[in-house]
């Protein structure tokens, strides 16, 4: 099982930046996809982007395209989640989460990652 904690939520004015972090423990990461969800008032939870921790491969939606990087951070076992041109709809409560994956593709289902963090929120304010 893996432990997974975020922190650097927050409050700030659209066109900000804020940077996310999720420190990881419990196992060794070796084919472990951790991932960045996020979940509005009332919507349901969806992909942000992904990172494959053994060679760093990373996937985002479309709506993270552009203005979102994740990147990990070996020596430390963290994600972090550095966004940029923050906007109104992207407040919500963001999750990082993992999954042991074996595959050459990207998991973006949030049904099919089974270790999540208690989350962490953002509130972007135009």
């Known amino acids: 099982q893996v432990q997974l904690v975020e922190s650097g939520g927050g409050s700030v004015q659209a066109g900000a930046s804020l940077t996310l972090s999720c420190a990881v423990s419990g196992r060794r990461l070796s084919h472990y996809t951790l991932a960045w969800f996020r979940q509005a008032p009332g919507m349901e939870r969806e992909f942000v982007v992904s990172i494959k921790w053994e060679d760093g491969r990373t996937y985002y939606a479309d709506s993270a395209k552009g203005r979102f990087t994740i990147s990990r951070n070996n020596a430390k076992n963290t994600v972090q989640l550095t966004m940029n041109s923050l906007k109104s709809e992207d407040t919500a409560v963001y999750y990082c989460?993992?999954?042991?994956?074996?595959?050459?593709?990207?998991?973006?289902?949030?049904?099919?990652?089974?270790?999540w963090g208690q989350g962490t929120h953002v509130t972007v304010s135009s």
């Open positions: 989460a993992a999954v042991l994956d074996y595959g050459s593709g990207h998991v973006v289902r949030s049904s099919a990652y089974n270790n």
